[in-house]
């Protein structure tokens, strides 16, 4: 007998670039973006923090040194946190050349730049709010930029815009106060928690390593605050195996430094 037919809401898992294409390009460059661009892949993910001086600015580390040239630059401003350093100070630093001399030049874009290429190159982004108990009022003032840029128009906010954190009352303020934009808790709450972090979130993402199949379901099974069922984007996936297996399982997105290796792996899955 013929197979049964696949659910009409089947779908492959989303592939999403974290930190852009981040195996091919310095992590949260317009370099890593344009790169995701080149192989095809729409969706990226970044990290948003704030500068001294107020600037919402694209980077992981809650420090410098790590994707930057901050320590020889200013040796004598350890411990070199972001917090620390005005926008103008971090524009002035490489953030390319720890990666490949190719990438010499590259910059820490703001988020402003970076919503700018991904206007340019018709891109969808995956926000992550990093360590928001740092820079409060976070949550509001990267909602303004979005509206500024906008990206808070109803296109955008159904089919472009996700805003996720590790914390998760950052993400229950960005939907209180924007309850049209689609938001992510980062982690693995217990099966029985999940109705509760439905409330203010429309996906549960956690680490490839606690995806099963049950995992999944059970999230399926529970409906986000915009009465669709819960989704699962997993991290951070780099071999077509693992992403094979994590596709089997059910997730809808895939967040990768390889996107293009989890598209082809879960292609027709
Ligand atoms: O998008 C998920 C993933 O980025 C979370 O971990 O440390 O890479 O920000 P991290
Ligand atoms: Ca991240």
Same mark, same amino acid.
């Given at each position: 007998a013929a197979a049964p037919a696949a659910p =009409? *809401?089947? !779908?492959p898992a989303l592939p999403v670039g974290h930190r852009g294409a981040s195996a091919y390009a310095p992590e949260n460059t317009l370099a890593a973006v344009d790169k995701a661009r080149q192989l095809g892949i729409e969706w990226v993910e970044n990290d948003v923090q704030r500068t001294k001086d107020g600037e919402l600015i694209v980077m992981h %580390? $809650? $420090? +410098?040194s790590r994707t930057t040239d901050v320590e020889q630059r200013f040796?004598? !401003? =350890?411990?070199? #946190?972001? =917090? %620390? /350093?005005t926008a103008k100070e971090i524009k *002035? +630093?490489?953030?390319?050349s720890w990666f490949g #001399? @190719? /990438? @010499?030049?590259e910059r820490v874009p703001t988020l402003d730049e970076y919503l700018s290429r991904l206007n340019r190159n018709r891109q969808e982004l995956l926000l992550e709010l990093k360590s928001p108990d740092l820079y409060p009022g976070i949550e509001r003032q990267t909602l303004d930029t979005l509206s500024r840029k906008g990206w808070l128009n109803r296109h955008h906010t159904k089919n472009k815009l996700i805003i996720q954190s590790f914390d998760a009352k950052a993400v229950e303020k960005v939907h209180q106060d924007r309850p049209d934009v689609k938001t992510g808790f980062l982690g693995t709450p217990k099966v029985s928690e999940l109705k509760s972090y439905a409330k203010f979130a429309d996906q549960i993402n956690p680490a490839?390593? %606690?995806? *099963?199949k049950e995992y999944v379901d059970a999230a399926h099974d529970v409906r986000g605050p915009h009465h669709r069922r819960l989704e699962v984007f997993t991290w951070t996936v780099n071999d077509a195996e693992t992403a094979k297996k994590v596709a089997g399982a059910g997730v809808d997105g895939i967040i990768s430094n390889k996107p293009d290796v989890v598209r082809d792996a879960v292609k027709g899955a």
């Amino acid at each position: 007998a013929a197979a049964p037919a696949a659910p =009409a *809401s089947h !779908r492959p898992a989303l592939p999403v670039g974290h930190r852009g294409a981040s195996a091919y390009a310095p992590e949260n460059t317009l370099a890593a973006v344009d790169k995701a661009r080149q192989l095809g892949i729409e969706w990226v993910e970044n990290d948003v923090q704030r500068t001294k001086d107020g600037e919402l600015i694209v980077m992981h %580390d $809650t $420090t +410098l040194s790590r994707t930057t040239d901050v320590e020889q630059r200013f040796p004598d !401003r =350890a411990p070199w #946190k972001i =917090a %620390d /350093f005005t926008a103008k100070e971090i524009k *002035s +630093l490489d953030a390319g050349s720890w990666f490949g #001399k @190719e /990438f @010499e030049g590259e910059r820490v874009p703001t988020l402003d730049e970076y919503l700018s290429r991904l206007n340019r190159n018709r891109q969808e982004l995956l926000l992550e709010l990093k360590s928001p108990d740092l820079y409060p009022g976070i949550e509001r003032q990267t909602l303004d930029t979005l509206s500024r840029k906008g990206w808070l128009n109803r296109h955008h906010t159904k089919n472009k815009l996700i805003i996720q954190s590790f914390d998760a009352k950052a993400v229950e303020k960005v939907h209180q106060d924007r309850p049209d934009v689609k938001t992510g808790f980062l982690g693995t709450p217990k099966v029985s928690e999940l109705k509760s972090y439905a409330k203010f979130a429309d996906q549960i993402n956690p680490a490839y390593g %606690d995806v *099963s199949k049950e995992y999944v379901d059970a999230a399926h099974d529970v409906r986000g605050p915009h009465h669709r069922r819960l989704e699962v984007f997993t991290w951070t996936v780099n071999d077509a195996e693992t992403a094979k297996k994590v596709a089997g399982a059910g997730v809808d997105g895939i967040i990768s430094n390889k996107p293009d290796v989890v598209r082809d792996a879960v292609k027709g899955a």
